[in-house]
């Protein structure tokens, strides 16, 4: 139960443990947050991503990040019905990782406006 630095693996929060910042898989420690954060949507990397990083395993540049806000979105949905209900979900599961804190508002805003197709 203890939150770990999935990079690092230092214990993170509590009153005697560092400060984390949140990513989508999990927290990192400050140290490990500067590290990562020149990388473009750093917010999606997995904890084997960001344990490569730290250990210098790979080059931040040759990382690629799978997130829904930087990949262009997949081409040809057949039906735009449809589509359209699941995007209101998808709308709202952004909202809970806006209000948590996990992404921005202004990542919030450039998902929401993809999924309304604007
Ligand atoms: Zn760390």
Redesign the pocket.
């Known amino acids: 139960m203890a939150r770990k ?1 999935i ?4 214990p993170i929060g509590g009153v005697l443990g560092a400060i984390g910042t949140k990513l989508f898989y999990g927290e ?2 400050l ?2 947050n500067k590290k990562l954060k020149d990388i473009m949507g750093y917010q999606y990397l997995t904890p084997t991503q960001v344990n490569d990083i ?1 250990s210098n395993r790979v080059q931040k540049q040759d990382v690629k990040v799978e997130s829904p806000f930087f990949n262009s979105g997949s081409s040809g949905t057949n039906d735009p019905g449809a589509n359209k209900a699941s995007s209101a979900d998808e709308i709202r599961k952004y909202k809970e990782l806006l209000d948590e804190g996990i992404i921005t508002q202004e990542e919030f805003d450039i998902a929401k406006k993809r999924l309304l197709g604007l």
């Open positions: 630095c990079g690092c693996g230092k990192v420690c140290s490990c730290i």
